[in-house]
C-alpha cells in the first residue's frame, strides 16, 4: 500500500507486541476497501505508556488499539470511557477525538457477542442459564456481553473463587439498575454438575491453549442442544470444542471474536465498518 500524505494513521501498542494479530487483520481490510491509511504495531515498554497514549494527537493518530499487559493503564489515562470499558475498568481501543481528547472503548465483550450470534445464530439469551469458565480479563468482557444481552443467569466457576466474587461484585447490575441478570459464583470441583440445564458453556480460561493442558471438564450433564464456545483460538479447535462436537453440540470457535473486537475501531479511525467474511477469517490463520 502507498500512502499519501494525508494517511489516516493507528496501530496497537503491547509489550511485546510481536504476536499481534491486528496489523494483519487491519491491514487486511485496509486494501480490500482501498483505505488510504496504515495500522502499526506500537511496542511500548509499561513504563512508557501513558507518555505514548498521551503523544497520539500530537502525532496526528486517530488511534490505536491497546493488548496485554496496557489495557488497564490505558483505562486509567484517556479522558473519557464508555460504558463497557468503565464497568470492565480495561481499555482495548482508543479513538482520538477531534479536539485532541481520548476515548476509551472496550469491544471485547462486543466481540464475543457478534462471534456467538454469527457462530450460533440459533443461540438465545433467553434459552437458559449461560456457564463461564475463567474469571479473568476475558471473563469480564464474555459476562458483561452476556448480561448486557439479557442473559438471566450466569454460572460463574474460576479455579480461583476469590477472583470470580471479585468480578461478580464489580459488574452484578440488579432489578436497581435495569433488567439485569444474576451471577452465581460456583466453586471449580462443580464444573460438571453446574452444567446442568444450560444453555451456553464458555471457556475462557487458558486451559486448551496450545502448550497448555486441556480443560478437565465432564460434559456427560450438558444438555445436547447447548452452544458450546472457546475464547482460545490456537488451535481453531480445542479439546473442549472437539468432545463437544462428537456428542453434537453446536460449537463456536475463538477467532471470530479477535476478528468482530477489532470492528468498532477500524470504523472509528478509518470511517467504515469492515465486515467478518470467510476470506478474511482463512487470510487471519494463515498469519497464525
Ligand atoms: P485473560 O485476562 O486473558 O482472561 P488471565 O487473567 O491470565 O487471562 O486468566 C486466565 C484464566 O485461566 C483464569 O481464570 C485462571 O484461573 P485462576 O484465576 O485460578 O488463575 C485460568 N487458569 C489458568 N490456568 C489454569 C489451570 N491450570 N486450571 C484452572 N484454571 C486455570
Not at 78 to 92: G, W, Y
Not at 97 to 107: A, K, V
Request: glycine fraction near 12%; hydrophobic fraction near 45%; charge should be neutral.
Amino acid at each position: 500500500m502507498i500512502l499519501s500524505g494525508k494517511a489516516g494513521v493507528a496501530g496497537v501498542m503491547g509489550w511485546p507486541v510481536g504476536h499481534s494479530r491486528s496489523p494483519r487483520l487491519h491491514g487486511y481490510w485496509l486494501r480490500q476497501y482501498g483505505i488510504d491509511g496504515a495500522y502499526i504495531p506500537l511496542p511500548v515498554a509499561p513504563d512508557r505508556i501513558e507518555q505514548a497514549i498521551r503523544a497520539l494527537p500530537a502525532l496526528g493518530f486517530r488511534g490505536c488499539n491497546v493488548t496485554v499487559p496496557h489495557k488497564e493503564a490505558a483505562f486509567r489515562c484517556v479522558d473519557r470511557l464508555d460504558e463497557a470499558a468503565r464497568r470492565m475498568k480495561a481499555v482495548n481501543t482508543i479513538i482520538v477525538q477531534p479536539d485532541g481528547t481520548l476515548e476509551g472503548r472496550n469491544t471485547d465483550g462486543f466481540g464475543f457477542m457478534a462471534n456467538l450470534s454469527d457462530g450460533a445464530p440459533s443461540w438465545r439469551a433467553d434459552a437458559g442459564p449461560a456457564v463461564v469458565l475463567g474469571a479473568g480479563g476475558a471473563a469480564r468482557a464474555v459476562v458483561l456481553g452476556l448480561l448486557d444481552a439479557g442473559v438471566s443467569t450466569v454460572r460463574l466457576i474460576n479455579r480461583t473463587a476469590a477472583k470470580a466474587e471479585d468480578l461478580a461484585a464489580d459488574l452484578a447490575t440488579g432489578p436497581a439498575t435495569g433488567p439485569g441478570g444474576a451471577i452465581d459464583v460456583i466453586p471449580w470441583d462443580q464444573r460438571g454438575p453446574a452444567l446442568a440445564d444450560a444453555a451456553l458453556l464458555v471457556n475462557t480460561t487458558t486451559l486448551g491453549m496450545q502448550g497448555q493442558p486441556a480443560l478437565d471438564l465432564d460434559l456427560t450433564r450438558l444438555p445436547p442442544r447447548s452452544v458450546v464456545t472457546d475464547i482460545v483460538y490456537t488451535p481453531l479447535l480445542t479439546p473442549l470444542l472437539l468432545a463437544a462436537q462428537a456428542r453434537g453440540n453446536p460449537v463456536v470457535d475463538g477467532l471470530g471474536m479477535l476478528l468482530h473486537q477489532a470492528r468498532p475501531g477500524f470504523a472509528a479511525w478509518f470511517g467504515q465498518m469492515p465486515a467478518v467474511t470467510p476470506d478474511l477469517r482463512r487470510f487471519v490463520l494463515e498469519g497464525l
